[in-house]
């Protein structure tokens, strides 16, 4: 089975500053691997995703995440945070052969100050 | 860009009460998906559905909930004699595809409350 740990359900860091948003899954097969984020009182905002080839992959706003395999990890960083990137964040995974389903980790709230 | 739409934004309804949750999703997608948040929780899978089937189901989807396409456009979650558990926000997604990690496009939700 699937699942994704999402480490420090909070992160605050002051705008100007890297962004580090820390993902490990455990999956018996290939994984596919999202991030999304939740602006308040909105869905789910596909970020970036990772199928296959190239481990360091690039999204929207700025944000990057790199595929380590050896360390089952997938986390999103971005090198300079803005206020706007205050949002809550998830981690997920699909797995090759399913039916597509994400299975979420329990998200990360980012806050980020002057 | 195209959007999933899920109308109402937020339904309240009495205990034992049926309930359906509505979704338009993006118009050339052919995969269908229910998501739920209890609060403070994580998102959880419900139900994917494609060619008017459901595809895959989790434990949470019992005999209580069903899913229909009763037109071309919308998607819908029934809830049947909803408990106070049901309180949830529900999340409609779609997909292009199913394979190769396609990703899942998400509406705004509906917040459910159950009282």
């Known amino acids: 089975a699937q699942s994704v740990t999402q480490l420090g359900s909070h992160v605050s860091v002051s705008e100007g500053a890297l962004v580090l948003l820390r993902c490990n899954y455990s999956?018996?097969?290939?994984?596919?691997l999202f991030w999304y984020v939740q602006y308040p009182n909105q869905g789910l905002q596909l970020l970036l995703k990772y199928t296959t080839g190239a481990t360091l992959v690039k999204g929207i706003n700025g944000f990057e995440a790199e595929f380590k395999k050896s360390e089952t990890s997938f986390h999103l960083t971005k090198p300079s945070a803005h206020m706007s990137d205050a949002a809550e964040y998830f981690c997920a995974v699909s797995v090759y052969g399913g039916y597509n389903k994400l299975i979420f980790g329990a998200g990360t709230r980012l806050a980020v100050h002057p | 860009e195209p959007e999933v739409t899920q109308t109402p934004s937020h339904q309240v309804t009495q205990m034992g009460q049926e309930v359906i949750l509505r979704c338009v999703p993006i118009s050339n997608h052919l995969y269908f998906y229910w998501y739920r948040q209890i609060l403070g929780q994580k998102v959880e899978f419900l139900v994917s559905f494609y060619n008017n089937e459901i595809s895959e189901k989790s434990e949470i989807f019992d005999d209580q909930f069903s899913v229909e396409r009763p037109d071309g456009s919308n998607f819908t979650l029934k809830i049947r004699s909803t408990k106070l558990e049901d309180s949830a926000m529900y999340f409609c997604a779609s997909s292009e595809g199913q394979g190769g990690g396609q990703p899942q496009h998400f509406g705004d939700g509906t917040r459910l409350s159950i009282l």
């Open positions: 999956s018996s097969v290939p994984p596919y």
